[in-house]
């Protein structure tokens, strides 16, 4: 069975220009996250969606971030513009949604991201 | 106070002892808690999840917790230089607005050197 994937891998721009991530679940986990990570952090949570609703966005700086999950599948997750501060691992995660403590949520490859 | 704290590390231990790994809580609450290994450049992987009070062994990996003392820690028997990676600690907040919420900790370094 395929994990989550996630595009591009690695992308390299100047501050203030637009980038956008691409995430797609495994199959049948209806619950998708982003994360962030900074280095030498844990990751932190931006968005959780369940199918197509964003039920926790309370960490998403709106004023620059957006993100979406049309059809309640695949997900983009867009900055624009970006800044300096912005350098980071962009993680995708998704898990089965019981709603159980024992939900298990299993990460993509990430997105590095780094801003000039 | 962090949510979660781990000692950043790095914790050296040579080829074939025990490594062991500790983290706390501060939301006497979370009910499950989860150890991701992360390799350097890599994504978090899950190795171990508890839920109750006590030992949870698999394989050479045991997770052990102690709800009174809002603590919780991995222990690596026979590791291997394989086993030199960040381990973060994870631990599932009680529910906001109906949600479980995960935590992470910033991570401890183990090296395991030959």
């Not at chain 1, 395929?2 to 991530?21: C, M, N, T």
Request: charged fraction near 20%; aromatic fraction near 10%; proline fraction near 6%.
């Amino acid at each position: 069975e395929a994990g989550v994937v996630q595009s591009p891998r690695y992308k390299i721009i100047e501050k203030k220009q637009p980038v956008a991530f691409w995430c797609n679940p495994i199959s049948g986990h209806n619950t998708l996250y982003w994360y962030r990570q900074n280095l030498g952090q844990g990751p932190e949570l931006l968005i959780r969606y369940e199918n197509e609703e964003a039920v926790d966005d309370s960490q998403l700086p709106k004023d620059r971030f957006s993100a979406e999950r049309l059809k309640g599948v695949d997900s983009t997750l867009k900055i624009q513009p970006a800044e300096l501060g912005d350098s980071a691992v962009y993680l995708c995660a998704s898990s089965f949604p019981s709603g159980a403590i024992t939900d298990t949520q299993y990460f993509g490859p990430g997105t590095r991201l780094t801003v000039l | 106070q962090k949510e979660v704290e781990q000692n950043s590390g790095p914790l050296s231990v040579p080829e074939g002892a025990i490594a062991s790994l500790n983290c706390t809580y501060s939301d006497r609450g979370s009910q499950s808690f989860f150890w991701y290994r992360q390799y350097s450049g890599k994504s978090p992987e899950l190795i171990m999840s508890i839920y109750s009070n006590g030992d949870k062994e698999d394989g050479r990996f045991t997770a052990q917790l102690n709800k009174a003392s809002q603590y919780v820690s991995l222990l690596i028997r026979d590791s291997q230089p394989s086993d030199s990676a960040t381990y973060l600690c994870a631990v599932n907040r009680p529910k906001v607005r109906g949600y479980n919420k995960l935590i992470f900790g910033a991570g401890t370094r183990l090296a395991v050197h030959p």
